[in-house]
């Protein structure tokens, strides 16, 4: 049977034990990470996409993402307080709904992680690009943007994305305190934006409040693609393994960076608009526009060479062009730079999580096993981190941000609906398990959770929404070539101590009665 390997969770607990990572981040650091994941292209680039699909309503739309997020990470604080492993959705559907599941979960966090890793860096890229000209540096074509671009390769965003890898290898407390000064600069610098543009708030820029309506160039839609602004909390999950006292903490800092976040969200989308104003470009027949086509950029630029100024929905660093329209020229170059700072802490986060769902994924033998190996010195996946690093650089150097984030997002949508249903499922099948955090009122927040997904999944252009399925498809050829015949539950394989990673693992003695290795349990 396709769904007939379950890992116990008791099982999953005892490999971390012998293969563990160091465990040294506290609630305080596991929320500063978080923030440090959500907060950055979202927020610093986004805003203008958002704000040509819902106008002012994209207030709304934050809402309405940062709503369905909310839900799935109470589901992701239950499962992460009862399972402190690294792996994040794809290890809980594992000990719930089987391996084939767990597999296309962990499949579909490559699309979150490794895709979105590359966007933030491609998106720095812009930021770095943009700096040097206002210096007058100017970085050639060839090597500031990819092929599809008319470049060649995108130098800075390879060159950022191998400076995480390298801070990765080196160590989590080290990229932990990384990401901590980077956090305090995106704080400090949209609590400055918030402070210049509340003031000058102009009611009549908020009318029409929804001049799109609902639909797919509207809030709901805006909301899917803006999804992307919350991706990252969930990193906080598959930090649980290097995490001190993790039932207290991991809750703490999934909820905590989560709450923050969205306050911050809508605090910086009405000082945004109501500084500025955000109505939707329109063609000539009254059409909107689609965010990023070359329609819109035509229109955009008709509207510059008129005279008039560039409206937010237009702008490349949406917050920075706010400051400067109403007067602060230089604090507005100022957040430019805060951006470019900050961004590499995304990158960083997006590549953590990453490479600790491939550990895991290595570690129960569904990737090659050499992957799973720890640096005796650093006490980090290093090899695991460096391939995900070639990976994420070269997507970086050859491709170009478009539509990445929609792809993040398809993968982001599927793992977190099956966490949700993964909770629903374990309090039927083992409702007196300990559970240090209990999702509330399981019974409305999962299925919520769970609709919520399928929603703004529905909601993502139409080609995101395929390249899951693509991407699927390719997951399941993977998954019956390799991953099925060297999987160590369907082996029947125990694991062994990182001290003895060399020696070849070792068979499960036979239990009277038991199944034989391929059957259903490890």
Known sequence: ?????????????????????????????????????????????????????????????????????????????????????????????????GELLAWMV???????????ASAVAVGWSGYFVGLLKSWDIIVPTALAVGPTQGGIFNL???????????????????????????????????????????????????????????????VVGAASSIFFAYVGFDAVSTAAEETVNPQRNVPIGLIGSLLFCTIFYLLVSAGAIGAMGGDPVRSAAGVVLAPGSTEL?????????????EPLVCSKEALAHVLRSIGYQRIGDLMGVAAFIALPSVVLMMMFGQTRVFFVMARDGLLPEKLASVHPKFKTPHVVTAFTGVVVTLAAAFLPVGKLADYSNSGTLFAFA????????????????????????????????????????????????????????????VYF???RGHSHVGRGIIEVHETDSDAPPLPVPPMPGAPTPGGTQA
Not at 19 to 39: D, E, N, P, W
Request: aromatic content about 10%; hydrophobic content about 55%.
């Open 1 to 97: 049977m396709l769904l007939d390997r379950v890992k116990s969770l008791d099982a999953i607990l005892a490999t971390a034990e012998k293969k563990g990572l160091h465990r040294s981040l506290g609630a305080f650091q596991l929320t500063l990470l978080g923030i440090g994941a959500v907060i950055g292209t979202g927020i610093f680039v986004l805003t203008s996409e958002a704000a040509q699909k819902a106008g002012p309503a994209m207030m709304l739309s934050f809402i309405i993402a940062g709503s369905v997020c909310a839900v799935a990470a109470l589901c992701y604080s239950e499962l992460a307080s009862m399972v402190p492993v690294s792996g994040s959705a794809y290890t809980y559907t594992y000990a719930v709904m």
């Open 106 to 116: 962990g499949w579909a966090l490559i699309l979150e992680y490794a895709v979105g």
């Open 156 to 218: 800075p965003a390879a060159a950022i994305a191998i400076l995480v890898t390298l801070l990765l290898i080196l160590g989590t407390k080290e990229s932990a305190r990384f990401t901590a000064a980077l956090v305090l600069v995106k704080v400090f610098a949209l609590t400055v934006f918030i402070i210049l543009t509340l003031p000058v708030l102009n009611g009549a820029h908020f009318t029409p409040f929804i001049p799109n309506g609902w639909g797919t160039y509207g």
């Open 297 to 309: 950029a035509a229109q955009c630029q008709a509207i510059v060479a008129s005279g008039a100024n």
């Open 418 to 477: 099956m966490v949700a249903l993964a909770v629903l499922v374990l309090r039927k099948k083992d409702p007196g398990r300990h559970r240090p955090f209990r999702t509330p009122a399981v019974a409305i927040v999962a299925p919520l959770a769970i609709l919520g997904c399928l929603g703004l999944y529905l909601y993502l252009p139409f080609l995101a929404q395929m390249v899951l399925f693509g991407w699927g498809a390719l997951g399941l050829i």
């Open 481 to 483: 070539g390799y991953s």
